[in-house]
Each structure stands twice: as C-alpha cells, then as structure tokens.
C-alpha cells in the first residue's frame, strides 16, 4: 500500500464511496451493543419486549432480526459479524454482549451496567477505535439487579461503579481498534492492558459468526459456513468464512489460540427442554471456557461461529496485543504491513479532523473528534418486517399480535445502516432522532447525512397516509392541531 499520508485522503475515500467507485462503505461498526429486549425480538403476547428475551436468554437463544457484541464491525447487511468475547477467570458468563437493566427492573428506567467508549472513528470506517472496561472480579450481575429493584424513583441508580469492583484500578482497559488497507481488507488490534495492582487472568476471544438467517422460514434461507483454512507464512491460524452472497473471507490470526467452531443456532434444551437438533449450539463457548465442556465444540473445525481462545496472565501494569486480518484476499504474508496499515489511518484520521477545526484549540478538537467518533459507531444495521413478524415464523404467533403493537405498518419492511440514538438502550430508529443526528452527520460527511433523511420517505417507510416511522408526522399533526384550537 501507498505509505504516504495524503491531508485529503479520508476525503477521497467519501468520494470514491459517492460516486460508486469504492465500497468503504461495505464494513462498518453497524454491530449493536444489544440486541435481546427489542421489539423485533420480542413474541409475547402482550408486548413484553424485556421479559420475552432477556440478557440471561441471550447467550443460547438465536436472534431473528439483528446481531449483537462488544466493540464489533459488520458488513452492511449483516450477514457476517465480528466482535470480542472475554472472561476474566471469575465471571459466571462468558462475557459476549453488553449487560443492563430492563425497564422493570431499573428504578429509573432501562439503563446500561458496563464503561465502553468509542474514542475514534473515521465516517468512511477507516480506522476505529472502542474501548472496554473490564473488572477483574467477579461481575455482580446479582447485586445490581437486587439494589436497583430495591431503590425508589427518588433514590439515584445503583451503578458499576457503586458496586466497588473498579477499587484499586483492579480493571483490564481492553481497546478493539480497526485499519482498513482497502474496503475488503481490514486489519484488527485488541490491546489488553491489567490496570491493576496484582497478577491477573485474562481470555480473549475474538469471534466471528453469520447472523442466522436460515432457522426462520419454510424453506431453508441462504446458510454461510465457516472452516478451518490454509495457515499463510507467519500466520498462526486461519479460518475461511464462506457465504453465498457475500462471497468468501479468511480470518487471520498473528497469535497462537485453541479455535473454536459452534453452530449459531439456539441451545433448545437448555431454554425450552427440547431436544437440540445439532448437539453444536450458540452457548457452545461459554460451555467450553467456563464449564471446560469439550464436547460442546464441533471438532471437525466447521460451523457457523468460530473463535479463537486466547489465554493470558497479566502482571500488574502488563499488556498483550492480539493481530488478527479480515480480508477477501489470500496474501503470501498478511502482517507484513499492519502497523504501517494503522499509523497510516491514524494519521489521515488527524488531518481529517484537523482540517474540520483547524481554529480550535487542542481540547475543543478531542470533544469534537470523539463526538463524531460516536455518532459514527452508532450506525446500526436495521432490519425488521413487520408483516413477517407479525405473521410469525416456525409457529403461529399470539393472537393479539393481529392486531398490536405496528399492526399498521404492515408495509414496513428494512433491512438498512440507520443512525440510532444509541447501541444499548434504543437499537431502533426514530425520524425526530436521525433528523437531529443529520444535521451533525453533515459535518464529517453530508452524502450519508442526506441519504438517511431520503431513505425515510422511501416506499418501504413512509406510511401510505404520509406518516413517517416513529410518529414524527403524528406528533406534528397533534401541535398543530392544538395551536388551531387555541387561535380559535
């Protein structure tokens, strides 16, 4: 690749995106922190969003409608995912996806329980940057939910942080970073850092899977497969992620791991008493590194989930770095370039931003940058039938659904990048939202900006009475309603 830094090169990539040139487009951070607890998930009926599939389901049950992880990228119809699992040696659960508080189980509502940040992104998805907070102790999934059941809407929300568990910085800082050497190749850094005073345990698991788009219908939908590959020079393992439509992918690994391959199915024995139809299921790693379940695995290195199991012992203060490489190309040496792959986009990430602000000084140039870093991140992949989803799927679904919740949206039928009001508590679109989020979004890249307030009036949205998705329409009509009562 070209090492020289270009002052426009980000600017460049957007116009190679706009006019059809390049696809940088096709991978991006459209991965949610969430995805158990929505709307689309839920098939209860009486609307029960929370209750219906909970965190405590999410590790066995497969979603029907989106994908979730930690710090995670995806191409853009999410048909694959990449994300970090962890495990800090104490925790009860394998450790893939954000946890928090329903809203009938916070005492101020929906909230959150864990510290990420999105500290850098480009809006062409060049370079990213996420970081976690990891305690060393055991999480108290238990206690959080106990306290803030026990508190009143008067009394603040008992946080992580309340819990004392981040005392004597007894934390690992783990920071998923990502470099794109071209739109189809995309190299991955997960630094960890024990932050801690003492010795401490730490499994990573960066992980890869197809969103399951197969398990729903009559007929059997379009299935990818992920298999164990040929190891290139100076790589240490290496999977290939075949898809029919998408085509196919390796994933790379610099560092040495135990690889592990599931099916991304649900666990129907352990959540409903049935029996499994493939004995490979979607819990299958939190069974292997935490239950040492070794037949939980497939051991012919295939499935439609993979990881790779990385352990460490970090020493107080200690690092580690995992290099990993997600590419459609098969180089003779894949690392030969990643740290000039990501000193290149760290640096064309500060001429972009610099050239923004270039009259700011330094502190008012990092809120701006990390804002827009995330407004970037949260771009989410939104797919959602309702008339699909009110039909059901394997089984009729609840009477009540006929005529429930979007029962006049039947038309509506996305499958898209939108910008959401966040990854966790709202991993859905609202029109009054986006338009805010917009008007920022132009900044950093004013062609995404306008296509977001298009595809909202685009047939598949826009209701047949005028209305646009999320009430926007509805909540004018009743203000201007009102002031004509009042002029008259």
């Not at 992980?207 to 100076?234: D, H, I, M, Y």
């Not at 499994?276 to 295939?302: C, E, G, L, T, Y």
């Not at 595809?455 to 047949?464: A, F, G, I, Q, T």
Request: overall charge negative.
């Amino acid at each position: 690749m070209n090492s020289e830094t270009s002052p426009g090169a980000e600017r460049d990539r957007l116009d190679k995106q706009r006019l059809g040139k390049e696809d940088w487009f096709l991978w991006g951070p459209y991965l949610a922190e969430r995805a158990w607890g929505t709307v689309r998930e839920d098939y209860s009926p009486g609307g029960a969003a929370w209750e219906d599939f909970d965190h405590e389901q999410a590790r066995s049950r497969a979603y029907r409608w989106s994908e979730d992880g930690l710090g995670g990228i995806c191409d853009c119809e999410q048909r694959l995912c990449f994300a970090l699992a962890l495990w800090n040696g104490r925790d009860p659960i394998l450790k893939e996806r954000a946890f928090g508080l329903t809203g009938t189980q916070g005492n101020h509502g929906e909230d959150v329980k864990e510290y990420y940040f999105y500290l850098d992104a480009t809006p062409s998805h060049s370079y990213l940057r996420y970081l976690y907070k990891y305690p060393q102790a055991a999480y108290p999934y238990a206690r959080l939910l106990e306290e803030n059941r026990r508190r009143g809407r008067h009394e603040p929300p008992f946080s992580l942080c309340d819990t004392g568990i981040f005392e004597d910085s007894r934390y690992f800082d783990v920071e998923v970073s990502y470099a794109k050497a071209g739109p189809t190749e995309i190299h991955i850094r997960i630094q960890a850092s024990n932050r801690g005073p003492v010795a401490s345990p730490l499994h990573l698991l960066p992980t890869l899977w197809f969103r399951n788009t197969w398990s729903w219908e009559e007929q059997p939908g379009v299935k990818g497969e992920l298999r164990q590959a040929a190891v290139p020079e100076g790589v240490a393992w290496a999977v290939e992620a075949v898809h029919p439509n998408l085509g196919s992918y390796y994933l790379y690994g610099c560092q040495a791991a135990e690889p592990l391959y599931t099916e991304n199915r649900s666990n129907s024995e352990r959540l409903w008493g049935r029996p499994n139809a493939s004995p490979f299921v979607k819990d299958a790693f939190h069974r292997r590194v935490i239950a040492d379940d070794r037949q939980a695995v497939n051991p012919d290195h295939r499935g439609t989930k993979f990881a790779a199991w990385h352990s460490r012992m970090l020493a107080a203060g200690e690092s580690t770095s995992i290099d990993l490489i997600l590419s459609t190309q098969i180089p003779a040496q894949p690392f030969a370039q990643s740290q000039e792959v990501f000193s290149l986009r760290s640096k064309e990430a500060d001429l972009f931003y610099r050239d923004l602000l270039d009259e700011a000084d330094e502190q008012d140039g990092r809120i701006l940058r990390q804002a827009c870093a995330g407004m970037i991140w949260t771009k989410q992949f939104y797919h959602y039938e309702v008339e699909r989803w009110i039909k059901g799927d394997q089984s009729p679904p609840p009477a009540e659904r006929q005529h429930g919740r979007n029962s006049g949206w039947l038309h509506f039928s996305a499958a898209h990048v939108l910008s959401m009001p966040d990854t966790w508590e709202y991993p859905w679109f609202a029109a009054w939202d986006m338009a805010f989020h917009c008007a920022v979004l132009a900044l950093i890249d004013v062609d995404f900006a306008k296509s977001q307030i298009e595809l909202l009036l685009k047939e598949y949205y826009l209701h047949p009475n005028g209305q646009i998705p999320a009430l926007y329409i509805k909540c004018i009509s009743k203000a201007q309603d009102y002031v004509t009562q009042k002029s008259l």
